[in-house]
């Protein structure tokens, strides 16, 4: 190993204990393992990952920026999965390479991405010889999966009006409001177009936002958090 790549190894395995706190109990053979299979990649903005159909190759550890997983029905619709940040794996990822199956979505990169990438072979024995990297990679697992389970429950059974008036009320910047088009909203969503359209309208007409081309100003940010939580608001 040259000394260049023996200080990225040695300055990214120095993050996994903050970073990812379960491979903190990696034995040091494992550690070492890691380490060595890991290569550490930088992504630019806008770079797509992984498309539906795709093989999968390589497990992502990221370190620093998100990656947005999205999903798209033959009709064009799509949605947002979920996201990967910062200390976090992606799942999609995961499925496919534990039963060797293509990627069933996609996956950009929203911001710059600083990652570690591991091999499926270092992968699969890693999760073949350590109870802390399979523990590490299931407990990841688990808990996105919870949060999909959230998102079929919301896009099946929650109503549009409640859930754009959460989003709008979570996601303002500094300046109160979203840069963001109708047709992000609904992908974000997962309903369509029109169907945000007319909500945001509706919205406007009761003072909640204000409305121009590629921008909504959240007006009353309390007033959406009481509709999200509603449970009878009738529009």
């Known amino acids: ?3 260049e790549r023996a200080g990225e190894r040695a300055g990214w395995a120095a993050l996994i204990p903050t970073l990812f706190p379960r491979l903190a109990g990696l034995e040091p053979d494992q550690a070492a393992f890691l380490g060595n299979a890991g290569r550490r990649v930088n992504v630019p903005r806008g770079t797509v990952l992984f498309r539906a159909g795709d093989r999968c190759h390589t497990f992502m550890m990221v370190l620093d920026g998100t990656v947005r997983v999205q999903m798209a029905s033959e009709t064009g619709r799509e949605i947002v999965l979920y996201r990967v940040s910062r200390g976090e794996t992606c799942i999609v990822t995961t499925a496919c390479l ?3 199956n293509p990627y069933s979505a996609e996956a950009v990169a929203e911001t710059d991405i600083d990652a570690v990438a591991v091999a499926a072979g270092p992968f699969h024995d890693l999760v073949a010889r350590s109870a802390a990297f399979r523990d590490f990679v299931f407990a990841s697992f688990g808990n996105r999966l919870t949060g999909m389970m959230m998102l079929i429950e919301e896009v099946a059974f929650g109503r549009v009006d409640l859930r754009l008036a959460r989003f709008l009320a979570d ?3 500094g300046a109160g409001g979203l840069d963001i088009t109708h047709q992000t909203l609904a992908v974000e969503l997962g309903t369509v177009r029109e169907v945000v359209s007319r909500q945001l309208k509706e919205f406007e007409r009761r003072g909640f936002v204000a409305l121009s081309r590629g921008r909504i100003q959240v ?4 007033a959406l958090l009481d509709l999200s939580r509603s449970t009878n608001y009738d529009l």
């Open 1 to 3: 190993m040259t000394n």
């Open 98 to 100: 534990l039963t060797d």
């Open 171 to 173: 996601r303002r910047d």
């Open 219 to 222: 007006l009353d940010a309390a």
